[in-house]
């Protein structure tokens, strides 16, 4: 059983190299090329794994230490997988001080994960950031890009969590 769903994911694999290949090969030309691919993997594979890197390093005819250099300069890069939704806790000073390790520890608690880990279920991920511009509403939650809470406490988040289950 194992053996097919590792051939499944596999063949996903294989889609998913095509389907970047492709895309390398309208960019390659173009200046900035490295950021614009690694952007398209990381929307792709989720994240940039060292074989997604030596491919991307290969394809455009680049050394690997590049391509790792450019993953592990900007932040927006990942080499880690990441949850479908992303829990981003702010532990800017305002949001520390209005209790945010409280709210961290209860989503630790109730995904059983710790910091920058994914649940099992690959269904989120935790992860800590600083100030996230909305210090009047500390502390803060962002999940995903664009889902904001405020004025979060630690009791209201089985509840929050509750929307993006199953
Ligand atoms: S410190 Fe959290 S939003 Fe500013």
Known sequence: MSTGESNVICAEHEKLYKTLDAFIEEVKDKPGVLIEVLHKAQEMFG????EVQSHVAERLNLPESQVYGVVTFYNFFTMKPRGKHQIKICLGTACYVKGAEKVLDRFKEEL?????????????????????????????VLIGEKDFYGKVTANEIPKILKKYRG
């Open 47 to 50: 994240y940039l794994p060292t």
């Open 112 to 140: 059983k994960v710790d910091m920058e880990e994914i649940t099992e279920d690959g269904n989120f991920s935790l992860h800590g950031v600083r100030c996230l511009g909305a210090c009047s509403m500390a502390p803060v």
